[in-house]
């Protein structure tokens, strides 16, 4: 008799990611980065200008370094977000490949007087990513120094007979490298590291170690109606930069001291919902999911935790009251949620069932 975990393609799928997860936050996983998008900033004016058009400071940057920004309406609502990177002669501005034509078109508006140019430049780059605790040293073993770069940073080193660009990326959970470089160079860059024995992960493997840390995704848990302050993402908010686009909103919530909605990480105890699913507390609505996932233990630990990413109303927090859902309880967690709390929270979970 042939065994269902055999012939199922969704348990093997699940298998296969969950040994890729593993890898990601006890070795090293490679992925590519197709879904990465660039646009390049030129001229005169581009420091001054863009510098006005973000949420973080660009006038302090020196070439090589970088800072997480999000992109506001003039009602202060986020219309798209982009690590952006100080070159000698441009910036360049790093975000989802989906997100480029809408932030060209956005920033595009705003070029009145200004010398500044907007140029795609997703096409001209090819890219992989490295993740893991074992990542730089993996880089160091094919010839790529890695152990100095300062987090949100990008060097351009030799390799071989071509240059790669080296991003040290945010990285809350586990160290976290790209490379950047022609397509030729890039696929010698994986072969080489999947010699070194790098693990290949997909996208769902990526999905819930963005879940374990906490990374609100754009499109996803991000969307044209949240305030930047209700996101958590502290990284791409500067309060002494100057004025910029929804600058006045953003300083209106600080001036206030908090936001009546704040991003979250949640245990699930129940079914697992889908993405979207509201959740009450006092027969009330008080927030919503926005990422959703049962994600497998590493083997030391075993089992399998349900988590979530979402909105939820302060008060709903501070007073500590129960948080459900259709088909359960949402338990409110700290962000990044490590492999220890899983464990604790999964041990917790078996003896409430014990009992």
Request: glycine share 10%.
């Amino acid at each position: 008799m042939t065994s269902s975990t055999q012939s199922d393609p969704a348990v093997s799928s699940t298998s296969g990611s969950a040994s890729q997860l593993s890898a990601l936050l006890r070795g090293a996983g490679i992925s590519s980065l197709e879904n990465v998008g660039w646009i390049r900033v030129t001229g005169e004016d581009r420091v001054r200008w863009l510098n006005g058009m973000v949420t973080n400071s660009i006038q302090a940057l020196s070439p090589g370094e970088g800072t997480y920004n999000f992109l506001l309406s003039v009602q202060g609502r986020i219309q798209g977000d982009a690590t952006i990177f100080a070159g000698t002669d441009d910036l360049l501005m790093e975000t989802e490949a989906s997100q480029v034509a809408g932030l060209v078109a956005l920033l595009d508006r705003f070029i009145i007087m200004d010398d500044v140019e907007l140029a795609d430049i997703t096409a001209n780059r090819s890219g992989l990513s490295l993740v893991g605790p074992q990542a730089a040293s993996l880089l160091q073993k094919i010839g790529v120094p890695a152990d100095g770069l300062k987090p949100l940073s990008m060097h351009t080193i030799p390799w071989g007979d071509a240059e790669v660009s080296v991003v040290h990326a945010y990285s809350p959970l586990v160290p976290r490298y790209e490379l950047w470089a022609d397509a030729a160079t890039v696929a010698k860059l994986y072969s080489a590291l999947s010699t070194a024995e790098a693990t290949h992960c997909e996208d769902q493997a990526l999905n819930w170690l963005r879940m374990l840390e906490g990374t609100p995704l754009y499109g996803t848990d991000i969307r044209d109606r949240e305030l930047p302050q209700e996101t958590g993402q502290t990284r791409a908010l500067h309060f002494a930069k100057g004025c910029y686009l929804g600058q006045e909103i953003v300083e209106r919530i600080r001036s206030r001291g908090n936001v009546h909605r704040t991003f979250s990480g949640f245990r699930l105890d129940g079914e697992l919902p889908t993405a979207g699913a509201p959740l009450e507390a006092d027969s009330k609505q008080v927030g919503e999911l926005t990422s959703v996932a049962a994600i497998p233990l590493p083997d030391e630990i075993g089992g399998t935790i349900q988590l979530a990413l979402g909105y939820v109303r302060r008060e709903a927090l501070d007073r500590g009251i129960p948080i459900v859902y259709s088909g359960g309880v949402a338990l409110p967690v700290s962000l990044p949620f490590s492999a220890a709390a899983a464990s604790e929270l999964l041990a917790a979970s078996e003896t409430s069932e014990r009992v």
